[in-house]
């Protein structure tokens, strides 16, 4: 994996295609222009990349977070 | 070390932005490295967190075993109740893809919790990088300082 061309290409992907992923975990592809795989299970996600003929150490696998909630941190729990 | 913000798209306008529906987060990939196996994960740099945390469900994966990891409860913004998180070591690593790479080891939480993003807080990651965030361009720039334990590759 080229990782200066991944992030080049995964900065591009279309969000409407990203957003049918939203509450799942997706493994790219290693070129970052495509998702090979989704499931909320990394385990079952790994063996999905497998049957896709990948190695799963090869790929990049990401959370897509619900992209209309804003994250704001802090300095944990307030008690 | 160059590290682009990640956009994320919004269908509605952001009102804290100006109405722009794009929001940029400095996340990154890591790979991690257990005895077993390795895995590439995305991670936001979070100056907020204490503590390099990924999600639990990676450790098998990597061949870690957190059964007699030592283990805190650490607080998450938005949990109601602080969340068991395991620690244990891990080898890291991070590369432009051009010029640098950085392998080191770490010691790394393991949160039994769903994340929307992992997170590379202080411990084992931020502590060896100075870091300027540069908000108009949208990147932040990692420099490796004087504690950094590891090597550039």
């Known amino acids: ?11 591009n992907f279309p969000p409407d295609k990203l957003a049918q992923f939203v509450g799942q975990y997706v493994a790219w592809n290693p070129e970052g222009t495509g998702i090979l795989a989704s499931d909320v299970d990394q385990v079952a996600l790994e063996n999905a990349v497998r049957s896709a003929g990948y190695d799963p150490s090869d790929i990049l696998v990401s959370f897509v977070p619900n992209p209309n909630e804003s994250n704001v941190g802090g300095g944990g729990l307030a008690t | 070390m160059i590290v682009p913000y990640l956009p994320v798209h919004r269908s509605q ?4 932005l100006g109405g722009s529906h794009t929001r940029y987060r400095p996340v990154m990939s890591v790979r991690l490295t257990g005895s077993a196996d390795t895995r590439l994960r995305d991670a936001l740099l979070d100056t907020g967190s204490d503590d390099t945390v990924f ?5 098998p994966l990597l061949g870690v075993d957190l059964t007699q990891a030592p283990e805190i409860n650490v607080g998450l913004a938005a ?3 602080p969340v068991r998180c395991r620690f244990a070591q891990v080898k890291l690593r991070i590369t432009d893809g051009l010029n640098e790479t950085y392998e080191w080891t770490a010691y790394i939480g393991f949160v039994a919790t769903q994340l929307n993003y992992n997170l590379l807080g202080h ?3 931020l502590q060896y990088f100075d870091v300027e965030f540069q908000g108009a ?3 932040a720039i990692l420099k490796p300082n004087v504690s950094f334990p590891g090597s550039k590759i």
């Open chain 1, 1 to 11: 994996m080229d990782m200066h061309i991944f992030q080049q290409n995964r900065a």
């Open chain 2, 13 to 16: 306008p952001i009102v804290s």
């Open chain 2, 55 to 59: 999600v639990d469900t990676l450790a």
């Open chain 2, 79 to 81: 949990r109601p109740q």
């Open chain 2, 123 to 125: 411990a084992g990651f």
């Open chain 2, 137 to 139: 361009n949208r990147q």
